[in-house]
């Protein structure tokens, strides 16, 4: 069996409760973070709830990465969903974790879309997929 | 132990290849769907990739709605997530799965955010959290 995307599910608590509240601040190091990894921005969207919180997503080539902050638990829910091997979704979990400065963070990754496919073969990067990847 | 969020993840595999691969239909099945669940549409942005696929963000009130489509797979890959018990996530799925004529679909729900409670209380619905649920 082969998997279309990966989708990692990141906890991210005991955070920065100052970072979590401010959308600008998320909105860099969400892009940031995206960018380190390699992936294709295609657009991107943030909005800081009242009292408190932010919730974003970001729009990748290679699927999306999107966030969700409870300041007020020092709490931040992270999706990281990719497809290909051209990037690491781990990349941004990392560097989210630090700049969360959270001390206590947990995740998992899902396999999503599972085809049987023949031995050697692959689902993603046969030639009429690959422009899937650009835009 | 309660949580702040709940996570739908949607796998519609065996769908109408025609409806993944049609950008404004697909745009309008999930806020259509979004909608009647009950939640509350912030922003919503779908990108169609070439040559083939669909990739739609709808942010609400109380989380995100996510797709990612490969027509050529006849699959879907949904995420639904909210928070508050205001609004039924699983109406989403159901919606869904019609529209895609899914003939094999799978779901499974992951709890986010989870947080020791004294007994009898709940996390949301605090009166100063329920601000989030606005905008």
């Given at each position: 069996m082969e998997a279309l995307g990966r989708q990692i599910l990141v906890e991210c608590y005991e955070c920065n409760e100052e970072v979590l509240n401010d959308v600008s601040q998320i909105e860099a190091i969400l892009l940031e973070a995206t960018r380190a990894s390699g992936a294709s921005i295609i657009s991107h969207k943030f909005h800081k709830f009242s009292p408190h919180g932010v919730s974003g997503m970001v729009v990748i080539a290679e699927s999306h990465v999107a966030i969700h902050t409870w300041p007020e638990y020092a709490y931040a829910a992270v999706d990281i969903f990719t497809c290909g091997d051209?990037?690491?979704p781990w990349v941004i979990q990392e560097h989210l974790k630090l700049c969360f400065a959270s001390r206590n963070t947990s995740a998992m990754e899902m396999k999503r879309g599972m085809f049987k496919v023949e031995?050697?073969?692959?689902?993603?990067?046969k030639p009429e997929n690959a422009a899937r990847f650009g835009e």
């Amino acid at each position: 069996m082969e998997a279309l995307g990966r989708q990692i599910l990141v906890e991210c608590y005991e955070c920065n409760e100052e970072v979590l509240n401010d959308v600008s601040q998320i909105e860099a190091i969400l892009l940031e973070a995206t960018r380190a990894s390699g992936a294709s921005i295609i657009s991107h969207k943030f909005h800081k709830f009242s009292p408190h919180g932010v919730s974003g997503m970001v729009v990748i080539a290679e699927s999306h990465v999107a966030i969700h902050t409870w300041p007020e638990y020092a709490y931040a829910a992270v999706d990281i969903f990719t497809c290909g091997d051209t990037i690491d979704p781990w990349v941004i979990q990392e560097h989210l974790k630090l700049c969360f400065a959270s001390r206590n963070t947990s995740a998992m990754e899902m396999k999503r879309g599972m085809f049987k496919v023949e031995e050697g073969q692959k689902l993603l990067f046969k030639p009429e997929n690959a422009a899937r990847f650009g835009e």
